[in-house]
């Protein structure tokens, strides 16, 4: 069951490649032409609507303006942002696959941030080996 108070690009919700995607899609814009339009890579956006990287300040700025959103929204979801999906066109399903995702793309962070840890340890004993 959908819940109509529901933040669809607050910060409990969506991650801020959630709100580049939903803002450029809000636009009408494919991902190719919004990159062309920033003059970077499309793989440059995926990354950025992936949340594998983001923006340097000079980018944001410039990406909040194409897209008509505040900078502070594209950040926390907060702000001057596109309308929220038509509640009444998001199917159970739709809410489900979204809440699945998200949780996969939490433990997707947890195992890097894991990664990145484990690494720093290896490299750490490596250095004390020399």
Known sequence: MNDLNTDWYGP???TF??????????????????????????STLIGWEDDISEPRAN???????VLNVS??????????????PDELTVGDDFAGVLAELREIRAVMR???ERAARVEKRL????????
């Not at 980018?59 to 303006?65: D, T, V």
């Open 17 to 42: 490649g959630d709100r580049v995607a939903g803002a450029r899609e809000a636009a009408d814009m494919s991902q190719a032409e919004l990159a062309r339009r920033l003059g970077i890579k499309k």
């Open 110 to 112: 947890t195992n890097a």
């Open 71 to 84: 900078i502070k929204w594209l950040l926390t979801g907060e702000g001057e942002g596109p309308a929220a």
């Open 12 to 14: 409990d919700a969506a």
């Open 123 to 130: 490299r750490q004993l490596v250095q004390d080996r020399q």
């Open 59 to 65: 980018r944001l700025s410039m990406l909040a303006g």
